[in-house]
């Protein structure tokens, strides 16, 4: 793939996952930070200039720099994303017909998952005497 086109698909990439963070924040069930963290990425990619923007935006920065610096996951994401877990493996044991060694798989691996949302802190260090 040519430097450029790859260049125009992670811009494309980054703003794409902009929309539906930007979506997100006024949806409960989609979450916000997780598509940023893609847009970041993208844009590190191909471009500084909306890589900083994003990084330092008034509202979107702030869940990305906790992230960057602390390995931030807050509590409210947290609580949707293992919510939607629940839900969805729910919805999936009484209206499907997966058999067992799918569901083990699928309850396998959203345990990991759920295992790695919750082993993150909910807010940065210095927060945590306040």
């Given amino acids: 793939m040519r430097q450029q086109t790859k260049k125009i698909l992670l811009l494309l990439i ?3 996952f902009v929309a539906l963070g930007t979506i997100g924040l006024f949806l409960p069930v989609l979450p916000t930070t997780p598509f ?3 847009s970041l990425w993208a844009f590190s990619q191909s471009s500084e ?5 994003l990084y330092n935006h008034r509202v979107f920065g702030p869940p990305l720099q906790d992230w960057s610096r602390y ?3 807050p509590l409210r994401a947290k609580i949707v994303a293992i919510g939607t877990m629940a ?3 729910t919805l999936v044991i009484i209206f499907s017909s997966t058999p067992w060694y799918g569901i083990t798989a699928m309850l396998l691996l959203m345990g990991i998952g759920a295992g790695f949302i919750l082993t993150r802190p909910s807010r ?7």
């Fill in 124 to 130: 940065p260090k210095n927060q945590d005497a306040a």
């Fill in 49 to 53: 200039r909306f890589h900083d923007w």
């Fill in 87 to 89: 839900i969805s493996a």
């Fill in 71 to 73: 390995g931030v996951i």
């Fill in 14 to 16: 980054g703003w794409f």
């Fill in 36 to 38: 940023l963290l893609i």
